[in-house]
């Protein structure tokens, strides 16, 4: 299929440009490596039609022999920087169809508005990047991500240091699953209460509830609990007879911030039940276990705290790593917030002071694009109480002070290259605070907060 000259395609907020082999959402150009791009083209252009696996395969890879997941993961990754919106229809065990109403333009290729920044004020940083945001980066790990789920993997494993993104690639993940047909819960253990932690019956009553009230399920797990059986045994049968029996398809349960669960000493029998989910796929194939997905987000090396490998669901399924952002996710998302660096240098000079940390990137770029600050005075703000990133770093410093044996070690490190621990290799990572590449020794995760912790653990 060859493009047509001067042809657009406009649907919801994109705009097409087929000669120019450019998407744009609104003002910002939206980067689309070039088989994305080539998907995109084939399914607009086939708009309402349903095409053949086979046909799309033909087409993408004319040259190469190829698996179908090798299309299952181009079009999940479409959709996740479409991202706005159903627009890819899955016709099951067949193929695809776009299914957006779009409008022909027969014009001159669009020239975006963009000058010093955005049209709009982007929205400030800080939790899960909205599904709808165009600031959102694609990462290896959200590919693999969708994949994964789309697979009906048992158990996905989510791991990064804090603020890199899981949550973010979370809800992106159980988005794709709603637009799959699968039932979704999500449990994010910052919400519970101390009170849910003191037993794990409490804490498996406690999460049973919010399920039943997510998929609209009763009776709640409290109106069956049997005294005479454990906790694990009631929330495993309260799973079977009343979540699998009145929902029949799949489900997608997603568990954010699992580290909350490593201190307690009931974790082993929680993650023990979690493990023996995985092997009822095995054990019990007529069971409904096959249709139950766990994708679960955390920080902590899990091993430090499980010590018996056969209760932990941290050693099976799909692991994935999510990583800070290279230089050239960096100057993506440089273009994206409306190019306040200037130009690679620039970006080179920012990736290089914060390392690609996705949390004080975007803050960074943020603080410039509102006119708050330039990239030199980030530089010489770098690691001060009053700069643009201060209230991060205070916030970090003051987490630290709650363990005086982790400062100390740490200070000895900083100042006079003494060893860390395992132990506090392994928090401080889960911190955040020093690189997640386990292969190399330790290392601070930028040069910002390298500045900053050596200044104030002199």
Not at 201 to 222: D, R, T, Y
Not at 284 to 302: C, I, K, N, S, V
Request: glycine share 6%; aromatic share 8%.
């Amino acid at each position: 299929m060859k493009p047509h000259s001067g042809q657009i395609y406009e649907f919801g907020p994109f705009r097409l440009e087929v000669d120019e082999c450019k998407l744009w959402r609104g003002n910002v150009e939206i980067k689309l490596r070039p088989k994305l791009f080539d998907l995109l083209h084939l399914l607009v252009e086939h708009r309402g039609h349903m095409l053949e696996k086979e046909e799309m395969i033909r087409y993408l890879w004319p040259d190469s022999v190829v698996e179908e997941n090798n299309l299952t993961v181009t079009i999940n990754a479409l959709r996740a920087a479409l991202s706005d919106g159903k627009y890819i229809e899955t016709v099951t065990k067949r193929g695809y169809r776009f299914i957006a109403e779009v409008k022909v333009v027969q014009a001159e290729p669009f020239t975006p508005e963009i000058l010093q920044g955005p049209p709009q004020p982007p929205e400030p940083p800080g939790g899960a990047v909205p599904l709808q945001s165009h600031l959102y980066i694609l990462r290896p790990a959200d590919e693999d991500f969708c994949n994964a789920i789309a697979r009906q993997d048992s158990i996905v494993l989510v791991k990064g240091p804090r603020q890199v993104g899981k949550t973010s690639l979370l809800a992106r993940g159980l988005q794709e699953a709603r637009k799959n047909g699968a039932a979704v819960v999500l449990i994010d253990f910052q919400q519970f209460s101390s009170t849910a932690f003191e037993t794990a019956e409490k804490l498996l009553l406690a999460i049973g509830e919010v399920i039943a009230h997510q998929l609209e399920v009763s009776p709640a797990p409290h109106q069956t609990w049997s005294s005479f059986l454990g906790p694990s045994s009631n929330f495993e049968r309260y799973l079977r007879t009343e979540l699998f029996a009145k929902v029949p398809t799949n489900l997608v349960w997603g568990l954010d911030e699992v580290d909350r669960l490593f201190n307690f000493d009931y974790a082993s029998e929680i993650f023990g039940l979690f493990r023996s989910w995985h092997n009822l796929r095995a054990l019990d194939p007529q069971g409904p276990w096959h249709r139950l997905t766990l994708a679960m987000a955390y920080a902590t090396e899990a091993h430090l705290f499980i010590t018996d490998l056969n209760q932990s669901p941290f050693n099976v399924g799909t692991r994935l790593k999510l990583d800070d952002f290279t230089l050239e996710q960096v100057m993506d998302l440089n273009q994206r917030y409306g190019g306040p660096l200037l130009d690679n240098v620039e970006a080179s000079r920012f990736h290089k002071l914060l390392g690609g940390h996705p949390y004080l990137t975007q803050r960074g770029l943020y603080e410039m694009v509102r006119g708050k600050a330039s990239l030199q005075a980030i530089e010489e703000q770098a690691g001060r109480d009053e700069g643009v990133f201060g209230d991060h770093l205070k916030r970090m410093l003051i987490s630290l002070e709650q363990d005086h044996a982790l400062v100390h070690e740490l200070r000895s490190f900083l100042h006079s290259s003494l060893k860390l621990s395992n132990q506090s290799i392994s928090r401080l990572r889960s911190a955040g605070i020093l690189s997640d590449d386990s292969s190399q020794e330790p290392n601070l995760r930028c040069e910002l907060y390298a500045l900053f912790l050596k200044r104030h653990l002199a």
